[in-house]
């Protein structure tokens, strides 16, 4: 009996023991970013940084596995952990810790943007602002740009650094289809000449959401009415009810006739793919080109854009409150940020994603580096993107959608 | 009076024997039993206090309405036709079971796990799958589109197939016992008295084996109303799984809806918990009135 209490006891004192680590300061992040950045960096060497990013693309996965993780150990001497895990779960990771009041975390870098960013600065998720202290960002970027100082409508405020610049756009196969749609309503029009052809994503999907945000600007009467309002359900009312009634009007001709939708844009890919569907989707203009050379989709697949334009955003790097190499992950992060990883990564051999740097900042070489890359065929030209871009909404529009279009379109 | 305190001290050691036995189990339990209050807690946590706002909310949802329905159904279709498959087979091949390489021919299925087998199920049966291609070859139909949606349909056939598929072994694991410990000498005397393979089947073996079918039904279809991989592979959009619906109210990114998915899975344990109370006393009083000579 002694000894059980006496266990119990020390099992006890072991539980309290491990709840009382948290006595480091919570301005200790202030106090690293207030450091001269050669010594951030002189104490990077050596250290490993993990980073935490959607891992659901084998063209992202490469760029970082084969071009930024060997140079980042060849110059800083950082070993860069990547590990695959869903943005929403990351920060349930950091809630839970959060909650346990845990500071020594294992993530140093998350790879975010949108709700997620949104939901994480609301829970004090994140370290705090960072970004006027990185060398390449001031340098070689547009600071003062809506594009890097909003995301999805909520100011970033120095806490997340831009890593990279997506549009959305359609992919079709030249071989099937002659000339693709230019517009909602021919769009319609072609799902009702093609029944089964088309789809897309669940509305709990990023890309399935994007889509259905792009129906919603073009039944408003100017898609600003939509990105440059914050969310109000009844002033929107009637532009949503005309986009429920496009969505309801096309189900019936939808692939499996709209009663199951892909889950994903990994499944709606696989639909397109195998010929089911004619049309697939997705941020990053340059999507089709890894998957062309990878033989998954067909070699005649192209992209378009539709009236009334293609909704891109800015997707970002940011440090969790409790990341263990803060110094790491600034060395790390600047580095992303750099002219040659960005060049690196809108080559279309890895990722072919577009960047958010100001190409008038660099120097006269590195512009023709930029100007020189061959993007692939699939990917519509810059102008053409350029004139089509339409800023994201308000990061509460997505949730919005997500609840609204199963009440609304699938229960129907 | 000196046997009393003798009484008493082996009473107490006795006892204290019982918490180093217990003690291992309270381990294991001190998480899950953490979990499951912590979940309620969560589910009746409003923002003054206690509050059963998300229970009525639960109830007033169409969405949460039709995914238990759903959920019931599946598992019970699912559950009977294993368990009555299983059973036959048992029934008709026990003496060969009992050799060892027959027997681990049946058991092979169960070393896949359960997602393994959803995408074995996904390849062979989907309108692109291996079966439409061979009925496409063969020329039974003219396109993968003639083919019947098996997998992600609305009325959850791909999902009991898939745990038909995988349980049946699972009911054979829990009858073989059973029917190899019946003693022959009961057959025989059935037939001597003239009874055929129903009454054998009546008299002999029924009341062997409903304890072990309740809970080997209890077992697979707690386990198919709550499991999440092959109905999150195989189901669709709508009507959902409840366990595929809690999911995404937990991950959806909409912290309000997070008490929610709380509230149902709490709501499904209870359901559970009161199938299994309610198992456990039915075999009790069959038990006990056994033991007073009244079955």
Redesign the interface.
């Known amino acids: 009996?002694k000894r059980?209490y006496f266990l119990l006891f020390v099992s006890i004192f072991l539980l309290i023991g491990c709840g009382n680590t948290n006595e480091q300061s919570s301005n200790s992040f202030d106090e690293i970013t207030s450091q001269p950045w050669s010594e951030i960096e002189e104490a990077a060497d050596g250290t490993t940084v993990r980073l935490y990013m959607w891992g659901g693309d084998e063209g992202i996965n490469q760029y970082l596995d084969e071009w930024a993780i060997p140079h980042l150990k060849e110059k800083y001497n950082i070993t860069l952990e990547r590990v695959p895990m869903?943005t929403?779960?990351i920060l349930?990771k950091l809630q839970t810790e959060k909650k346990a009041n845990k500071q020594d975390g294992t993530i140093d870098i998350i790879w975010i943007n949108g709700?997620?960013f949104k939901?994480a600065k609301k829970n004090n998720l994140l370290a705090g602002s960072f970004t006027d202290k990185l060398p390449n960002f001031n340098k070689y970027y547009q600071t003062d740009d809506p594009a890097l100082t909003t995301d999805f409508g909520t100011p970033v405020e120095g806490m997340e650094a831009p890593w990279g610049k997506v549009q959305f756009v359609f992919h079709y196969d030249e071989s099937k289809i002659d000339e693709p749609p230019a517009s909602f309503a021919q769009l319609q029009e072609w799902i009702k000449s093609h029944p089964?052809k088309f789809t897309y994503p669940?509305a709990?999907d990023f890309t399935g959401n994007a889509f259905l945000r792009h129906v919603l600007y073009a039944k408003a009467d100017q898609p600003s009415d939509i990105y440059n309002e914050p969310l109000d359900e009844e002033a929107i009312s009637g532009t949503a009810n005309k986009m429920w009634g496009y969505l309801n009007n096309i189900e019936p001709d939808l692939w499996?006739s709209g009663?199951?939708?892909p889950?994903s844009l990994t499944e709606l890919d696989k639909l397109y793919s195998?010929g089911?569907v004619w049309m697939t989707m997705g941020y990053n203009e340059a999507r089709a080109e890894s998957l062309i050379e990878q033989g998954v989709f067909p070699e005649t697949t192209k992209s378009f854009v539709m009236e009334p334009g293609s909704i891109g955003n800015t997707h970002f790097l940011s440090i969790p409150f409790n990341s263990p190499n803060v110094k790491g992950a600034l060395t790390t992060i600047n580095y992303l940020l750099s002219p040659e990883a960005q060049l690196a990564k809108y080559k279309p051999n890895y990722w072919g994603e577009n960047t958010p740097i100001s190409l008038e900042k660099l120097s006269e070489e590195m512009r023709k580096k930029f100007k020189a890359v061959d993007r692939g065929d699939s990917v519509i030209s810059q102008q053409k993107l350029e004139e089509s871009f339409l800023p994201e909404s308000e990061a509460a529009y997505?949730?919005w959608m997500?609840?609204q279009w199963?009440?609304e379109v699938?229960?129907e | 009076m000196s046997s009393g305190w003798k009484n008493s001290g082996l009473m107490k050691s006795s006892k204290?024997k019982l918490?180093?036995l217990l003690?291992p189990a309270l381990v294991f339990l001190i998480l899950p039993l953490y979990g499951m209050f912590a979940a309620v807690r969560s589910s009746i946590n409003g923002n003054q206090g206690l509050t059963f706002t998300y229970y009525v909310q639960l109830f007033q949802s169409?969405?949460f309405l039709s995914s238990i329905a759903f959920s019931v159904r599946t598992s019970l279709v699912a559950t009977v036709i294993a368990i009555i498959i299983g059973l036959i087979i048992t029934r008709l091949f026990h003496t060969y079971l009992d050799k060892t390489t027959p027997r681990l021919s049946v058991w092979l299925p169960m070393l896949f796990p359960h997602f393994v087998w959803g995408y074995l199920v996904i390849l062979l049966l989907a309108?692109?799958g291996l079966i439409a291609q061979i009925f496409l070859v063969v020329g039974w139909i003219d396109g993968?589109?003639q083919f019947p949606?098996l997998t992600?349909?609305?009325y959850g056939l791909g999902i009991i197939i898939t745990y038909v598929w995988k349980e049946i072994p699972f009911v054979i694991l829990m009858l073989l016992p059973i029917y190899s410990s019946i003693p022959t000498s009961y057959y025989d005397l059935v037939k001597t008295l003239g009874g055929r393979s129903w009454e054998q089947f009546r008299t002999v073996e029924w009341p062997h084996i409903q304890p072990v079918l309740i809970e080997t039904f209890l077992i697979l279809f707690s386990f198919t109303l709550t499991a999440y991989e092959v109905p999150?592979l195989l189901g669709?959009?709508?009507p959902e799984m409840i366990s595929v619906l809690s999911y995404?109210w937990f991950?959806?990114?909409?912290?309000e809806e997070r008490p929610l998915a709380f509230a149902s899975m709490v709501f499904v344990s209870i359901v559970i918990l009161t199938l299994t109370l309610a198992g456990y006393f039915y075999m009790n009083r069959r038990r006990m009135r056994a033991m007073r000579g009244r079955l």
């Not at chain 2, 991950?251 to 912290?255: N, T, V």
């Open positions: 009996m059980f869903d929403v779960k349930q709700e997620n939901n089964g669940n709990t499996r009663e199951h939708y889950n195998q089911e997505v949730e997500e609840e199963f009440n699938v229960q | 204290s918490w180093f003690a169409e969405r309108e692109t993968t589109g949606v992600r349909d609305p999150a669709t959009t709508f995404q991950y959806g990114g909409i912290l």
